[in-house]
């Protein structure tokens, strides 16, 4: 090999391995870090895992949320209207949480069936609905339409 | 009153010129016909002001609340202040593809403009390739989301306001800098696609393309740093990166866009990488158009999702297919004509530019993988999932790191051929001290290692040494040194600035993302709390009438090491209109530090859920996104690249 094609050779080796262990190290971490959707209904027939980080939504079923009076515990229940599931919060909830708003809550389920959300997310629009809480609901039977109003316009 | 229909009618005329922009002067280019060639600078020019008559109707619009326009009614009200009525132009999905063709038409006719030193052909292909995105872009807004529409016959009397996180002065300069950034890159694509076209790519190429992607790099970098900025202050949870989808669409073209233009220097200078070069121009531009299909078409759950219209989605997608395949099919017919005009050794600056742009091609790849992964796996059927902020920063930083130091060594080193000795001589030294130094900056900072710290304020200490020693260079064999300082060329010191953005970038990321505090409590009148020196105490709140919006005002005593300091006041808005909450956080900014208290929801007896944090050094990203940005616009601004090619030919 002529002394400039050792070096092309080096160059394309270094750029390989280079990219090969990126590759890697990207779907270890991929792998490490996706969090799966469940709906209620999911969960309520046990398929979500515990202890492992996931994302659960629905509607925030009205009369469910009971705030501790002393300090920022929260709880509430959110549904598909076929199931419900409880989630616990400790933390503030964002500006758009309310009864009857969709809302995406990041957690893991307790012993007890419990959601421990570490986040609680709800977009800035009232209209807007989570796409995930959207179909959940979608397959359930149970998609509300807002009275007189195109959804999602 | 007729103007919407005289907008649409505009917008046509535009796609019509946009037709005979795209087709005659390439045809005449194709053919040698100079006639037809100079079509292209009078067609862009009719092109822009078309475009601006469209848009100024818009704005008449939005004036004039002429709320039987249904985007107008949508996105406007007559208690809006008139600057949030003009910029909620582009406060909804038709309205900003709106100034997005605005901000092509502009470039196309920068391009037509300052493009006198080119040769004839060259601009006829470059204009011509404009028209033919333009082509797109009108026939996506005139088909599937006309902002002009009308509701007739009754049309409601008032507008349903624009969402109030919209009503803020970022949303007047946040999207036209990131369009400009984002459709800035169509002309590094549309000068590459003109060179694949003639076969000519050449250093000289190179060196037309580089001002105007680098311009079109510090609006990005601008853009993205606003947005950040905004987020910070507006969505009350004091983050500045989410790793939001959004985000991350504009920082894979920005990622491109920053290899794209390093490796443009190696073609310019040394006329090596061309086809690299050529690749990244196309990427650059397709991942504007992936950033703008994420955006647009409601596949993503974000905070910039408007609306989801499967229409709309597809048309983008067919769009970015046809430019994608069309041009990656260019490129494969064309590409084994392109030669390398010279050879490089295995150390050398082209080699260490080339380790730059590997590692910021991958970082775009890990990005993009991260960002569709969720789409791909729910299109195959096979679940909903999110890929979570800890997958980004896992890849993203150990990758950051290791391009730092590559930078600091690609600064000294030299073209062609670089030896290990040289570099070592010149490179212990700045090493040795930016180990020092960081190390002593980190410890009288937090009083410990922190590792993940020392090693960004370690090897920021490394790319600022590294850069003053590549100036001491440059100067030691000067005699009068000082004046030496100033005479270097813009193109230099805009390398230097953008640099010294990035030191100043990462010491902010590792201070704020490591030293932030944060408290969450329940407070009721008298409560205070004490941390990092500063006390909070909650005095209550009151009720306060803004123009558009009725308000809860908390009172916030700070006291720094017990002397008082300030009053904060948070607020929690509530938007008459739509019925929306707001906070509204307060926020004393400052050089070192960053005071941010954020109400959150109202308990009984006067109670309200507050957060307070404590942000390090937050103000130092955006100021570093701004010297990457002047960074960018004074190396852009370099003479070399005005002077002609044949001086007097011409």
Redesign the interface.
Known sequence: MTPKRKQRLFLVLFIVVGVGISVGLTLFALSQNINLFYSPTQIAAGEAPQDTRIRAGGMVVEGSIKRDPDSLFVSFEITDYDKTVTVEYVGILPDLFREGQGIVAQGSMNEHGVLDAVEVLAKHDENYMPPEVAEALAKAGKMPMPEGQEFNK | MIIPELGEYALILALCLSILLATVPLVGATRGNALWMDFARPLSKGMFFFTLVSFLCLGWSFLYNDFSVVYVA?NSNTALPWYFRLSAIWGGHEGSLLLWVLILAAWTLAVALKSRNLPQDIVARVLAVMGWIAIGFYLFILFTSSPFERYLPGFPQEGADL?P?LQDFGLIVHPPMLYMGYVGFAVSFAFAIAALLSGRLDAAWARWSRPWTTVAWAFLTLGIALGSWWAYYEL?WGGWWFWDPVENASLMPWLVGTALVHSLAVTEKRGVFKSWTVLLAIFAFSLSLLGTFLVRS?VL?S?H?F??DPERGLFILIMLVVVIGGSLLLYAFRAGQMRSES?F??LSRE?LL?VNN?LLV?SC??VL??TI??LIIDALGM??????P??FN??FVP?MAIMLVFMGIGMISRWKQTSLKMLAQQLWLPGVAAVLIGMALTWSYSGELAPWVTLGIVLACWVVLTGMRDQYNRLRHRSEKLAGLFKQSRSYYGMQLAHLGVAVLVVGVALVSVYSEQR???MQPGDSMTFRDYTFIFEGSKHVEGPNYTSDQGQIKVLYRDEPYAEMYPE?RLYTA??????EAAIDPGFTRDLYV?L??P??NGAW?V?LQYKPYVRWLWLGGLLMTFGGLLAASDPRYRKRLRPAAA
């Open positions: 949508s969402n996180l009350g409601g759950t905070v999702a609306a989801s050879s050794g295995l080699s080339l590997v991958v790849a890990m993988l991260g992964y969720p679940g909903k999932l999110s890929v979570g800890p997958y896992a890849l990758l969450d409590l329940r929690k739509r019925g929306n909450v707001m906070t954020a959150g929801e308990r009984e859920a957060r």
